[in-house]
Every structure is written in C-alpha cells, then in structure tokens.
C-alpha cells in the first residue's frame, strides 16, 4: 500500500466531474448534506486522468483509488479518520504522509489514518495507489469527521481484466 496524494487542482477536477453522475449511481451518495464518492483514477492513451466511480479495483501496481467527500457546510479545518481494513496484511504500508497521525493494528490488517486540514474548496479526500504484495478481496475503508463514522466504503481489490479496461462491469 502507497499513500498517493492527488494535486488539489487535480481533485478539484476530478470531484467537478464526478458530480455530474446520476443521483440513482449507486457509488454516489448524498448524506446529511454531503456528497460522497469512492473511485479510482484512470489514465487514457494521453496520459489524461480522470475518476471512475466503482467498488472494484485492479489489482495492477500503482493503480491510485480512493474517496473523496464534499462537506455540507464550510469549515476552516476539519478532523478526519480514515480506517482501513484488508483481508489479509499487505507486504509494506509503503511511503506514508508526515502531517497525519498513523497506528498500523498488530496484525497489521488496519490502519488509521487521523488528520486535520482545511477542505480544499470543500472537498476532503484520501487517495492510495496499488503495490506489490497487496491483498485481493474486499477491503473497508471508513471515514469520521469529528469522531462521527460519517461513511464506510466496501469495495474490492480484483485482478485486471484482459480486455484492457481496468474493471470489468458487473
């Protein structure tokens, strides 16, 4: 597991386009004011980048997912926790960011992730990309603002498919 944090502009782009889905996409939820996505960034033949709203990530290195969720009211800061849970210990962590306070479990299966920072433009979000060793299946990740669980995101780590699309529909 990587930490892969998207430029601000580029989350910024990212969430303008992903707003525009259909409020019955069941990967787009509006919760007591917030609007909330889980995805992953895709790269076309020009190296463009765009977010894909799925539950199912390739298992391919370097593959960045993650969520983002645009908040209901405007804070100066805001305190937020992530935990995430794997089926299985990944190989590393890898490379982790310095302004967050981190806790591995003993079994190394959860990490959390607690921070506080301004919303950019409203948005917070946390990305991380694929590495060697990572487990396939399913994996939660659930995030709290000021200590409230505000949403979980259950999603799964699959093998790419041959098709050359980095997901396969259901």
Not at 12 to 41: H, T
Not at 114 to 122: D, I, L, N, S
Request: glycine share 8%.
């Amino acid at each position: 597991m990587f930490r892969k944090y998207a430029a601000v502009l580029c989350c910024l782009f990212l969430f303008q386009g992903a707003a525009s889905a259909s409020v019955s996409d069941s990967l787009y939820r509006s919760s007591g004011g917030r609007v909330v996505f889980f995805g992953i960034i895709e790269k076309d033949a020009q190296g463009k980048e765009s977010f894909v709203k799925t539950d199912r990530v390739p298992l391919q290195e370097g593959q960045a997912y993650g969520w983002m969720i645009r908040l209901a009211s405007p804070a100066a800061k805001v305190k937020w926790k992530e935990v995430f849970t794997l089926p299985a210990a990944p190989e590393t962590w890898g490379t982790l960011d310095q302004g967050a306070s981190l806790n591995v479990s003993p079994d190394r299966k959860v990490f959390v992730t607690e921070k506080e920072e301004p919303p950019r433009e409203g948005i917070i979000s946390n990305f991380w990309s694929v590495a060697p060793g990572d487990p396939p299946g399913p994996h939660v990740i659930r995030v709290y603002i000021n200590d409230v669980l505000v949403e979980t995101f259950h999603f799964k780590m699959v093998e790419p498919s041959a098709s050359g699309m980095s997901v396969q529909p259901d």
